[in-house]
């Protein structure tokens, strides 16, 4: 017997090497294998294009996710322009400055356990609000609350900034006129004043690094970090005057400071791995979350 190309007895351009059996009903299970084989020839350019839609779809998803992971448990420092300022580079890039400062400093502190900081390191965001309203506009009982309580809650409209966030520690600076920075619970919020302290313009403390580590104390607030027990033996720890000192990058933390931090989930070490012994816990530090 010959090859043929077979399809419901009708040549059609398959060709087997196989001599085909004249009894009927093996030439019909044969015919219906060969329908078969050239119905998936043909689907697979067509499945093979499905699989390179879903690809085109799904990997930069995975990227996007990637990439979002990596800045989680980071520092976000946010530089809020009020709607009756400009934009100032020189704040934007002290900020910079100040942070990354802080970074090493406190990496040499806990011998290379640092905190991560965000990708862009200062995001600037336009408020809807005058400079005059973050620290005038009444928000709560206290007065000196005012603008810490309303540079959080523009930066939460904005942003998503919150108290406690298990993925990020909030340093918010806005341009409006104030000098009451306070920092806890996740958040830092700081006014003009130290936007120009950082760039040696302040009316009269000129040292930018007195600003540098006002930060550096603030955030150690927003860590969980409290004030000593004995300030009058740390006088010159950074989380009491140390940073009023001529040289405030000579302060220091206390070890209660150090075992704080080395428990939080925002400390890394230079391998990039979490020092807190509970490394999948996202629980903010501060004074009741400590495991020993």
């Not at 390179?52 to 930069?60: G, H, I, Q, S």
């Not at 830092?188 to 302040?202: A, S, V, Y």
């Not at 070490?269 to 903010?284: C, E, F, L, V």
Request: charged fraction near 20%; charge should be neutral; include cysteine.
């Amino acid at each position: 017997m010959r090859p043929v190309q077979v399809r419901n007895g009708k040549e059609f351009g398959l060709r087997t090497s196989l001599p085909l059996p004249s009894c009927g009903c093996e030439r019909n299970i044969i015919e219906q294998a060969l329908e078969k084989f050239m119905f998936m020839s043909m689907a697979a350019p067509i499945v093979r294009l499905a699989g390179l839609c879903v690809a085109l779809v799904v990997v930069p998803w995975f990227s996007a996710r990637a990439a979002e992971n990596t800045q989680d448990k980071c520092v976000r420092l946010i530089y809020l322009v009020s709607k009756d300022r400009e934009e100032r580079s020189d704040f934007r890039q002290a900020i910079e400055g100040a942070i990354q400062e802080l970074q090493k400093w406190y990496g040499e502190q806990l011998k290379g356990a640092t905190f991560r900081l965000h990708n862009p390191i200062v995001e600037v965001v336009h408020s809807s609000q005058p400079a005059n309203w973050f620290y005038t506009h009444p928000n709560g009982s206290n007065r000196d609350d005012w603008g810490f309580n309303n540079t959080l809650a523009e930066a939460g409209r904005l942003l998503g900034a919150r108290y406690n966030d298990p993925h990020f520690i909030w340093v918010l600076y806005s341009d409006g006129p104030g000098n009451k920075g306070r920092g806890g619970s996740g958040v830092t919020c700081l006014p003009e004043d130290d936007l120009l302290g950082l760039i040696g313009k302040h009316p009269t403390q000129k040292h930018p690094a007195r600003w540098v580590y006002g930060l550096g104390h603030e955030l150690g607030h927003a860590f969980g970090l409290p004030h000593p027990a004995d300030i009058v033996r740390d006088k010159d720890a950074l989380m009491w005057a140390g940073f009023y000192m001529e040289h405030p990058e000579k302060a220091y933390l206390t070890e209660s400071d150090k075992a704080i931090l080395l428990h939080s989930p925002f400390f890394f070490n230079a391998a990039g791995g979490n020092r807190s012994s509970k490394n999948q816990d996202p629980t903010p530090i501060n004074s009741e979350s400590l495991r020993e």
